[in-house]
């Protein structure tokens, strides 16, 4: 074929979801990827008998499972986690994720207040002030003058152990520290209380989905598109590199899922105008992971759980343990486990020094599980910075760029797109939603 209605760059999350929402209205579609393998950030790749997410873990409910509904994808066999756990002073707390902020915040002020009983300097929590802000920012009124979500906190409270706690959650689910994103986007964010893990990989969704796309289209992997073409002033095709051959494939709109600068490159600079260049310098901030995949001969973490998960408050760099063996044991090989932590990392402005990010997630791994040295050993560690092609997000929360481009007939996906509210792969779904709507608007 050398003619499409809608050629989909990358078959990402986002990409797949404007491909099977296009494919199944009828419009011819054409995904291509670069890769081997689809699903980008959204996928799954084999290490040593163990199947190992290439980026998404944990599919908050909500976006993606409306979309595997409509597809007809079977979302009964995806393993929920319904219960969350924090560590606080070492201690672990079981809270309903619903009641996530507050109940922490409330055991901080419990062991606050223990320890100045018991003598020991403490700062004073100031809860009540704290949840009085904290609900009357949730309502949406306005409080002038403050920045950061460290800013707005730091009226009431000095209390290390409450920063933390915030940081935390602006660190591991946000994209970026809490002295770095404005107080106004983290009360956009949409809270997420229900988090589902897929117990045969997410690369297997992936595959469902492009088996709706191939039906009214094809899905084509290592094939690389090398270029935008534009004539006029509009897009008119894609040159695809497949089996080592370029070739212009036509098509009436391309959508990009490579990310906003990628697709600036592929279509070339020339072609976008200075307004659309000073909101991709003052928006686009890419957040950089530092994980590790932690496999062992005996459960280390979470034993006899396998619902839920771990945030951890006062560590150096993790802050999140999920303990996929526990969840989907069909992962791993017979008689081993796996535990997945995420890690806070030093900055979401400036670049990483990956070798010590990765040194101080060691570090917290050996101390918070002393059983580690004997039976456990790091499968993998990932640490992407800024710069890097693989982030956490391709921006932080509420700093989405828009789908359209100053092109008329080419757009993004994915998530340098998301919404106000939304991040990760529920963002990326959304953004998909949107772009299949205005594609199909225009065509
Ligand atoms: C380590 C890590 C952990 C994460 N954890 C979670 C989590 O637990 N929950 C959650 O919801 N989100 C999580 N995320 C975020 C989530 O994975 C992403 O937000 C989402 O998957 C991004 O999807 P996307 O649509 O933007 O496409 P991407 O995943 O970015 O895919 C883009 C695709 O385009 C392809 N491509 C690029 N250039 C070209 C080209 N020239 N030609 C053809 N193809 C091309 C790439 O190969 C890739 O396959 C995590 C991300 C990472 C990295």
Redesign the pocket.
């Known amino acids: 074929m050398k003619e499409y209605d809608i050629i989909i760059?990358?078959?990402?999350?986002?990409?797949?979801?404007a491909a099977t929402l296009l494919s199944r209205k009828g419009y011819k579609t054409l995904v291509?990827?670069?890769?081997t393998?689809?699903?980008?950030?959204?996928?799954t790749f084999e290490h040593e008998g163990f199947h190992l997410?290439?980026?998404?873990?944990?599919?908050?409910d909500g976006w993606?499972i409306k979309l595997l509904e409509e597809m007809g994808i079977d979302t009964n066999i995806l393993r929920p986690i319904t219960r969350v756990f924090y560590r606080i002073n070492g201690e672990r707390y079981e809270i309903p994720a619903e009641m996530g902020v507050p109940k922490a915040l409330d055991i901080i002020d419990q062991l606050e207040k223990e320890d100045a009983e018991k003598g020991r300097p403490t700062k004073p929590v100031q809860l009540r002030k704290i949840m009085r802000g904290y609900y009357k920012k949730m309502r949406g009124i306005k409080q002038e003058g403050i920045i950061t979500v460290r800013d707005w906190l730091l009226q009431y409270t000095e209390n290390e152990n409450i920063h933390d706690a915030f940081d935390t959650l602006c660190a591991g689910l946000m994209m970026a520290h809490s002295w770095e994103l404005p107080v106004s986007k983290f009360f956009q964010f949409q809270e997420m209380s229900k988090?589902f893990i897929v117990p045969n990989g997410n690369l297997s969704i992936a595959k469902e989905l492009a088996n709706i796309v191939e039906k009214n289209g094809a899905v084509w992997t290592n094939?690389?598109?090398?270029k935008i073409v534009i004539k006029n002033g509009e897009v008119t095709g894609v040159i695809?590199e497949k089996a080592g051959e370029q070739t212009e494939i036509n098509c009436k709109a391309v959508i990009?899922?490579?990310?906003v600068k990628?697709t600036l490159i592929?279509a070339g600079r020339e072609n976008f105008n200075d307004d659309y260049l000073t909101e991709m310098r003052l928006k686009l901030r890419p957040s950089p992971?530092v994980?590790a995949l932690v496999a062992s001969d005996k459960p280390l973490c979470l034993e006899g759980i396998n619902d839920g998960l771990e945030i951890i408050m006062g560590s150096q760099r993790m802050n999140t343990i999920?303990p996929i063996s526990n969840i989907c044991p069909e992962l791993v090989p017979p008689g081993q486990h796996l535990f997945y932590t995420?890690a806070k990392h030093d900055s979401s402005l400036h670049p990483m020094d990956v070798k010590y990010e990765i040194q101080q997630l060691k570090r917290d791994i050996e101390e918070f599980y002393p059983d580690f040295e004997k039976y456990g050993r790091i499968l993998k560690f990932?640490a992407?910075g800024i710069i890097n092609?693989?982030?956490?997000?391709?921006t932080w929360l509420g700093y989405g760029m828009p789908l359209e481009t100053p092109i008329p007939n080419l757009f993004n996906?994915?998530?340098?797109c998301?919404a106000p509210g939304l991040?990760?792969?529920?963002?990326?779904?959304e953004?998909?939603y949107r772009v299949a709507d205005i594609v199909e608007k225009i065509l």
């Open positions: 760059i990358g078959s990402g999350i986002g990409g797949l979801t291509v990827e670069s890769r393998r689809i699903g980008g950030r959204f996928s997410p290439t980026g998404a873990i944990l599919i908050p993606v988090f094939c690389p598109a090398r695809v990009s899922n490579t990310g990628r592929l992971c994980l999920i995420s990932r992407c092609e693989w982030p956490e997000g391709r996906v994915g998530d340098s998301v991040i990760g792969t529920p963002g990326s779904v953004s998909g």
